[in-house]
């Protein structure tokens, strides 16, 4: 257990001890924000182990502050590995108990991850608040971080979901001229050459993906098949009934990628169709198959996140019933 520098422990209040987080930390940290989740933000501290698994990030730095061996504050930052920015944004996020703000402990944090990215080469330093929480805003902005984007996160009660009120999504995927299949499906067509149509799919994914507004570019070139197969296909990240694939032919066009987590509810990774074959209502028609699958599961909540400029995939969300949640509100401070 690494300590940090003397002069950020002196700057804690009595009682408190801060030290790097090491590995066996991970699950830890990742119940200690889901205290502050709601359902459909919990996260799986497997799902996150295996995050990490995939997708290593040497650079990556992280602080726990414990009273008593019990956590109560932590941060961390990072340039995100294999989803690194080019622009050279780094990505953090800092979160402290209740009973423990307004002691210097989110600033003494906040320093130290800055001064890491910094050193590291980072030109900005990036980081999300949650619309309920205006005092996260307060504190970022007492510290230099300026608003410059804003997210969505909306949820659908699957229960609730009325399909009659929509066309059937096979039938408009074939007015259109393509099939649906899910993944699983896909993956059992395709087992004679699974490794071919995976490659194809993530070349899709990367080529859709750097049309979707983000607060930050993409890196240009997706990362080597390997990690890409383990990080998209292999993990708790991709759920292969309810993940599903448009196809003209033999040849992606579309997809939405959705994982279910073990508390019960659903999310959206990826939603995203080709250019030459948007306007068609694919994106709807594969967000309905998988609500079908989702449904017929006994999924309670299918989550998704769009950004605010997004306006045609939150267009078709709302037209199907999500519910969104304050926004998320980006901000962030230039390092160099």
């Given amino acids: 257990m690494a300590p940090v520098p003397s002069d950020i422990a002196s700057r804690l209040p009595a009682g408190l001890v801060a030290r790097m987080a090491d590995d066996a930390d991970l699950e830890r ?136 009120r929509f066309d059937d999504p096979d039938e408009i995927a074939r007015r259109a001229g393509v099939r649906l299949l899910s993944y699983g499906e896909l993956a059992r067509a395709r087992a004679g050459d699974l490794e071919t149509m995976q490659r194809t799919l993530i070349a899709m994914f990367w080529e859709v993906g750097k049309d979707v507004p983000s607060p930050a570019p993409m890196p240009k070139e997706p990362p080597p098949f390997e990690q890409a197969r383990r990080m998209f296909f292999e993990g708790p990240g991709m759920d292969a009934a309810a993940t599903i694939v448009a196809l003209r032919g033999d040849t992606p066009v579309g997809m939405t990628a959705n994982m279910v987590k073990e508390n019960g509810v659903a999310y959206t990774n990826f939603t995203g169709v080709v250019r030459a074959e948007r306007g068609k209502g694919l994106a709807l028609a594969m967000k309905l198959r998988a609500l079908r699958d989702l449904r017929e599961r006994g999924v309670r909540l299918f989550g998704t996140t769009n950004d605010e400029a997004n306006a045609a995939m939150r267009g078709i969300n709302a037209r199907l019933g999500y519910v969104p949640d304050p926004p998320t509100i980006m901000v962030a401070k230039q390092l160099s």
């Fill in 29 to 164: 940290m990742v119940e200690f924000e889901n205290r502050f989740a709601n359902a459909a933000r919990w996260e799986s501290p497997a799902g996150v182990r295996a995050f990490f698994r995939t997708n290593p990030q040497p650079d990556r730095l992280a602080i726990v502050v414990e009273r008593h061996g019990e956590i109560v504050g932590q941060g961390t930052v990072s340039d995100g590995g294999m989803w690194a920015s080019p622009d050279g944004s780094w990505r953090g996020g800092i979160r402290v108990a209740p009973d423990w703000r307004g002691h210097g402990s989110a600033k003494a944090l906040l320093a130290l991850l800055e001064e890491h990215a910094r050193g590291r080469g980072a030109k900005r330093f990036m980081t999300s608040i949650r619309g309920n929480e205006p005092e996260g805003l307060a504190f970022a902005t007492a510290q230099g971080y300026a608003e410059f984007h804003r997210r969505f996160d909306a949820y659908i009660a699957v229960a609730a979901f009325d399909p009659s």
